[in-house]
């Protein structure tokens, strides 16, 4: 038996003792955990399943052991990821400190901001949101105009952020300011970390055409920031933003791996039935949800290769364009069919039957795959100019 072999047998043995059969099968979107200083959990099991992962560093399996990580190699990680599809186990820990902002602390950060942060990162006690766009400074996001003013130990803060997903629930804000009013817009920018019960942090929730949203603006009024939540260099914050939108536009394109709910097969079957074959009575449909499946399929092919090329720094820093365009435009096409096999009952807005319209809801929502993270417009030209090389781009 090879080492990755008896890993995996060890793998497997571990979680079949330790994933509770709660936390196994599809997950609702609104049924992610999120952890933080307030978390919720739909039964206890899920808490339990979330501070066995998280004890054991497998929520950030990649991340050294030193700061709460599971220490694995690629290829562990990998079969880790294999072993948690096969028994169906729902995903211990939702958060944008394990998508994001991690990976730029361990880029840029010092060992005093890794060791203070990264451990509760991985056992889901601290909840993060992103400050970066403003209401002048979405695409143009170099653009920003919060400003923090030098008061020796601490700046103050001032400014507005939009399209703050969950602001309303987090603990801290990893957040773009500007330092430096007079230097060319790609600089003068830092990016500083802070607690959203800092006196003088507020936030107003957005509503979406889906009736819904995870939205906020967030508003600051005095905030002060002490100098030691500064990541990265004074002025340099632009490189950390790069780095880690990066990492952002990568974890929304992974929504295009279909794994979230049930599949759309089995809703269309549910909703239209079989035929005398045992398919999809629906041949126009069953061909499109074939197409769905066969193209995700190749998609989660291609986000493990580009994993593979990011840890051996041979990806092209634009291949997170490529992904995140992909990703979207294959989650709105999962949504699309999941409408179209609902037929009419998918349109209903509100009511026990359709869990408050979540169908249509969701289809809604996913307009925004598009848009969040860098529109689709500016990805495909990112992908134009830096992978294709194309003359005018």
């Not at 979405?138 to 030098?150: F, H, K, M, P, V």
Request: hydrophobic share 40%; charged share 25%.
């Amino acid at each position: 038996m090879t080492d990755l072999e008896q890993f995996r047998a060890e793998t497997r043995a571990w979680l079949e003792a330790n994933c509770p059969a709660e936390c196994r099968g599809p997950m609702a979107d609104d049924e992610m955990i999120w952890g933080g200083r307030n978390p919720t959990f739909k039964t206890p099991a899920h808490k339990l399943w979330l501070e066995r992962m998280g004890a054991r560093g497998w929520t950030a399996p990649e991340w050294p052991k030193a700061y709460g990580g599971g220490g694995l190699s690629r290829e562990e990680a990998k079969v880790l990821a294999s072993e948690l599809r096969r028994i169906k186990a729902q995903p211990a820990l939702a958060s944008f400190g394990v998508w994001m902002l991690g990976p730029a602390l361990l880029a840029f950060g010092t060992e005093e901001q890794k060791k203070r942060f990264l451990p509760e990162i991985v056992r889901g006690e601290i909840r993060w949101c992103q400050g970066y766009s403003e209401p002048g400074a979405g695409s143009d996001l170099a653009s920003i105009q919060t400003r923090a003013e030098d008061r020796g130990d601490h700046w103050i803060v001032n400014g507005q952020k939009i399209w703050t997903s969950y602001a309303d629930k987090a603990d801290w804000i990893f957040c773009l300011v500007r330092t430096d009013p007079e230097a060319p817009k790609h600089l003068g920018i830092s990016f500083v970390l802070f607690d959203m019960k800092t006196p003088g942090v507020t936030t107003r929730p957005i509503t979406l055409i889906s009736g819904k949203s995870p939205f906020c603006e967030t508003f600051f009024d005095d905030v002060r920031v002490e100098k030691e939540n500064l990541v990265g260099t004074l002025n340099r914050g632009w490189d950390v933003a790069k780095y880690l939108l990066a990492h952002e536009r990568t974890m929304i394109g992974a929504m295009g791996e279909v794994g979230g709910g049930r599949p759309v097969g089995q809703v269309a079957m549910d909703a239209i039935g079989a035929d005398e074959a045992g398919r999809l009575d629906e041949p126009m449909l069953r061909a499109r949800i074939a197409d769905l499946e066969i193209d995700a399929a190749a998609f989660r092919l291609a986000m493990e290769r580009v994993g593979d090329q990011v840890k051996a720094k041979q990806a092209h820093p634009a291949i997170a364009s490529m992904l995140k365009y992909y990703g979207s435009e294959l989650n709105k096409r999962r949504h699309e069919l999941l409408m179209a096999a609902g037929g009419a009952d998918a349109l209903e807005w509100e009511g026990e039957r359709s869990h408050d319209g979540k169908a249509a809801r969701d289809w809604l929502r996913t307009k925004a795959n598009s848009i969040e993270g860098g529109t689709s417009e500016v990805q495909l030209n990112i992908i134009a100019k830096h992978l294709l090389q194309l003359p005018g781009a």
